[in-house]
C-alpha cells in the first residue's frame, strides 16, 4: 500500500518567515495530494490541494508543489502568521473506485509573533 | 463546503459498557466513510473503511468484534465501542467524500473524546 513520509515533525518560525513541509509516497499511482490544517481540539480542513497533472498550485499565502518523478510534494506557507500555528497534514490517494487517503504523520507549527 | 457531523463531540463512560458514535454526511451521499482514532499529537490513524450495505473493512491490528461498524444508509456511519477499556480512550474521528466524485477531498467530522474510566 501507500506509504506517506512527512517531515519535520515540529517547525518553529517567527511571524513573517516563510515554512516549508515536505511529503514523500511511495506508490507511483497515488494522484490526488490534499493538505490539511488541524488546530487543537479541532476536525482537520482542506487548506489546498494538488492533482497530479499540475506541477504547482498557489493560493494567497499558501502554495503546494508536485515533483511526481521524484514522488515528493511541499507545502509553502509564506508572510507566517500566529494564527497559521496548527498541525498540518499532508496526504495521498490512489484514483479509483476506492479512494482511500493515506496521512503523513503531521507538522506541528509554531509561529512566534 | 460539505458538512460532516459527529456525535457526540464528547462521552464519558465506564470501563466495560459500550459507547455509539455517529457520523453524518449532511447535504451529500457518502457511500464510503472512513473512521480514525488520534492520539494526542500524533497523526489520523485509519481504523476502517466503512461501506454503505456491506462490511466495513478493517486495517491490520483494529478489532473488528470490538469496534462494530454499520453503515446503514448514504448519510449515516456508527461506530461501537464495545465492553471499552480505558486504553480505549482517544479521539476518534470520521471522514466521507462525496459519492460518485472520486478522489476529492475529505470532510471530517468534528470528532469525539473517549474517556473510558
Known sequence: GENVEQHPSTLSVQEGDSAVIKCTYSDSASNYFPWYKQELGKRPQLIIDIRSNVGEKKDQRIAVTLNKTAKHFSLHITETQPEDSAVYFCAASIGGGSYIPTFGRGTSLIVHP | ?117
Not at chain 2, 491490520?60 to 465501542?81: P, R, Y
Open chain 2, 1 to 117: 463546503g460539505a458538512v460532516v457531523s459527529q456525535h457526540p463531540s464528547w462521552v464519558i463512560c465506564k470501563s466495560g459498557t459500550s459507547v455509539k458514535i455517529e457520523c453524518r454526511s449532511l447535504d451529500f451521499q457518502a457511500t464510503t466513510m472512513f473512521w480514525y482514532r488520534q492520539f494526542p499529537k500524533q497523526s489520523l490513524m485509519l481504523m476502517a473503511t466503512s461501506n454503505e450495505g456491506s462490511k466495513a473493512t478493517y486495517e491490520q491490528g483494529v478489532e473488528k468484534d470490538k469496534f462494530l461498524i454499520n453503515h446503514a444508509s448514504l448519510t449515516l456511519s456508527t461506530l461501537t465501542v464495545t465492553s471499552a477499556h480505558p486504553e480505549d480512550s482517544s479521539f476518534y474521528i470520521c471522514s466521507a467524500s462525496h459519492t460518485g466524485i472520486p478522489n476529492t477531498e475529505a470532510f471530517f467530522g468534528q470528532g469525539t473524546r473517549l474517556t473510558v474510566v
